[in-house]
């Protein structure tokens, strides 16, 4: 067989020749980085498309994770997520902070209000939780509980670009909110990310955070680190969001195709946003149940010896790992439906320039071991 493969995911790469005016600007300018005009125009044009007041740019998504720690002065142990990738917790480890792993809700696979509560010790200071492929928290659940305990809350929303609920952006909830613009998001800027901030203070103090703890050529305020984003990354950016409209109505409808032929095949679940969330269609997880014709593993191996390069996003959990499972909040017995989920989840191939005729052909590979077993 000779098909092309077809990946998991793929960037979104506007025409090159539309790139190139860009990168005229900057070597004209001869300013690579430090806050120049691309990225200054692209936090503004991300506030305003996002609909937040302010933005600090990064140049990736963990770095700004690590940063946000440190702006907040988190320190002790921060309640978090076994279900994510594993920057959230490496984030943590970066700052000396021990990370308490609680479950997830069936629903969504994001943090259970009622088991954060739970865990929270005289040493817990904060909550970091994953808007886990877009879906949102129940961040009024959160919320509750960080005020009832004096607890700051940190949304990683990596996967959150452009979610809306019916207040708004989600990218509001929380003390902060950290972004990734990895190749592989939905919107990218080859690399980068960014934090939200709440106002003009925290983002100017996240801004010395990121260049050093510089104020200006002689005055150092903290120990900060280099995590500017530079003027290439941010003129791509600029040019992404001409773009990501497009990108992300097409992948709803490619979202949809895959609900429309996939439905009732016995064993077989697709993750739903809730009532009145405008989502952006990241990933397409499915959830492989007992009563399918496979295990999730077989049904994995069987698409990728097929050329089509599904992932088991989140396997293993991060509390699996060997840096993180001494913990007595990593136990499997304490997070009993993140542990299903890992074993369960395939996500599905998508992006915007993913063919119909290729998803048709996914979901035929899926449901023919169903089609077999009902024969």
């Not at 000779?2 to 998991?8: F, G, S």
């Not at 005289?122 to 961040?139: K, N, S, W």
């Not at 063919?355 to 052909?361: C, F, G, K, L, S």
């Given at each position: 067989?000779?098909?092309?493969?077809?990946?998991?995911t793929s960037p979104?790469?506007?025409?090159?020749?539309?790139?190139?005016?860009?990168?005229?600007?900057?070597?004209?300018?001869?300013?690579?980085?430090?806050?120049?005009?691309?990225?200054?125009?692209?936090?503004?044009?991300?506030?305003?498309?996002?609909?937040?007041?302010?933005?600090?740019?990064?140049?990736?998504?963990?770095?700004?994770?690590?940063?946000?720690?440190?702006?907040?002065?988190?320190?002790?142990?921060?309640?978090?997520?076994?279900?994510?990738?594993?920057?959230?917790?490496?984030?943590?480890?970066?700052?000396?902070?021990?990370?308490?792993?609680?479950?997830?809700?069936?629903?969504?696979?994001?943090?259970?209000?009622?088991?954060?509560?739970?865990?929270?010790?005289?040493?817990?200071?904060?909550?970091?939780?994953?808007?886990?492929?877009?879906?949102?928290?129940?961040?009024?659940?959160?919320?509750?509980?960080?005020?009832?305990?004096?607890?700051?809350?940190?949304?990683?929303?990596?996967?959150?670009?452009?979610?809306?609920?019916?207040?708004?952006?989600?990218?509001?909830?929380?003390?902060?909110?950290?972004?990734?613009?990895?190749?592989?998001?939905?919107?990218?800027?080859?690399?980068?990310?960014?934090?939200?901030?709440?106002?003009?203070?925290?983002?100017?103090?996240?801004?010395?955070?990121?260049?050093?703890?510089?104020?200006?050529?002689?005055?150092?305020?903290?120990?900060?680190?280099?995590?500017?984003?530079?003027?290439?990354?941010?003129?791509?950016?600029?040019?992404?969001?001409?773009?990501?409209?497009?990108?992300?109505?097409?992948?709803?409808?490619?979202?949809?195709?895959?609900?429309?032929?996939?439905?009732?095949?016995?064993?077989?679940?697709?993750?739903?946003?809730?009532?009145?969330?405008?989502?952006?269609?990241?990933?397409?997880?499915?959830?492989?149940?007992?009563?399918?014709?496979?295990?999730?593993?077989?049904?994995?191996?069987?698409?990728?010896?097929?050329?089509?390069?599904?992932?088991?996003?989140?396997?293993?959990?991060?509390?699996?790992?060997?840096?993180?499972?001494?913990?007595?909040?990593?136990?499997?017995?304490?997070?009993?439906?993140?542990?299903?989920?890992?074993?369960?989840?395939?996500?599905?191939?998508?992006?915007p320039e993913l063919?119909?005729?290729?998803?048709?052909?996914i979901c035929d590979?899926?449901?023919?071991?169903?089609?077999?077993?009902?024969?």
């Open positions: 067989m000779n098909a092309k493969p077809i990946q998991v979104l790469l506007p025409p090159l020749e539309e790139f190139v005016p860009y990168l005229e600007r900057i070597w004209e300018s001869r300013i690579l980085t430090n806050g120049g005009s691309m990225h200054q125009a692209l936090e503004k044009a991300l506030c305003a498309y996002l609909g937040v007041e302010h933005i600090a740019l990064f140049a990736n998504g963990t770095l700004a994770l690590v940063t946000a720690l440190q702006a907040l002065r988190i320190t002790g142990e921060v309640i978090t997520t076994p279900y994510s990738f594993v920057a959230t917790a490496h984030s943590l480890l970066w700052n000396g902070i021990k990370p308490v792993f609680v479950d997830v809700d069936p629903v969504t696979y994001n943090l259970d209000p009622a088991k954060v509560e739970a865990a929270i010790t005289p040493q817990t200071t904060a909550i970091l939780p994953v808007h886990c492929y877009g879906t949102p928290c129940d961040v009024d659940g959160i919320d509750r509980i960080a005020e009832n305990y004096n607890l700051k809350v940190i949304y990683d929303a990596a996967h959150a670009f452009g979610v809306r609920d019916g207040r708004g952006s989600v990218l509001r909830h929380g003390d902060l909110s950290v972004l990734s613009f990895h190749a592989t998001k939905v919107f990218n800027t080859f690399e980068g990310g960014a934090i939200i901030c709440p106002d003009a203070r925290t983002k100017q103090r996240i801004d010395h955070l990121k260049n050093f703890g510089f104020v200006n050529e002689t005055t150092v305020v903290a120990p900060g680190i280099n995590g500017k984003m530079n003027e290439v990354c941010a003129a791509f950016g600029l040019l992404q969001l001409k773009h990501i409209d497009h990108a992300l109505a097409r992948r709803a409808q490619i979202d949809g195709l895959y609900r429309r032929l996939l439905t009732g095949v016995p064993g077989l679940r697709s993750l739903r946003p809730p009532a009145g969330v405008t989502g952006n269609h990241a990933y397409f997880p499915l959830m492989v149940g007992e009563e399918y014709a496979l295990q999730r593993d077989q049904l994995y191996q069987l698409l990728r010896d097929q050329k089509v390069l599904v992932r088991r996003y989140f396997y293993p959990l991060i509390s699996e790992f060997p840096m993180y499972r001494g913990l007595p909040s990593a136990a499997a017995g304490n997070l009993p439906v993140a542990s299903t989920a890992a074993r369960q989840v395939l996500c599905l191939p998508i992006h063919a119909d005729e290729d998803v048709m052909r590979l899926v449901t023919a071991p169903a089609r077999v077993r009902a024969a």
